[in-house]
């Protein structure tokens, strides 16, 4: 049985790898907020929230993503 992902695309998005625009969709996974490309599969992953903090304690961030 597999697990469905309701994906939504980023409109403008361009992949970091591919250049490809347009093909970045947003969807969670095991509560943690994925970024893919649906061209060449790069993936990104949103950073846990205390990581985050600390890291970016002084900034105004609406979300930020590593490659995984």
């Given amino acids: 049985m597999s697990t469905r992902k309701k994906k939504r695309f980023i409109a403008g998005a361009t992949c970091p790898k591919c250049k490809a625009v347009d093909t970045m969709s947003l969807f969670l ?17 949103q950073p846990e929230s205390q990581v985050e903090r600390l890291a970016r304690e002084n900034e105004t961030v609406i979300g930020v993503f590593k490659p995984e």
């Fill in 29 to 45: 996974e095991h509560n943690v907020e994925k970024v893919e490309c649906v061209s060449c599969g790069y993936q990104m992953a």
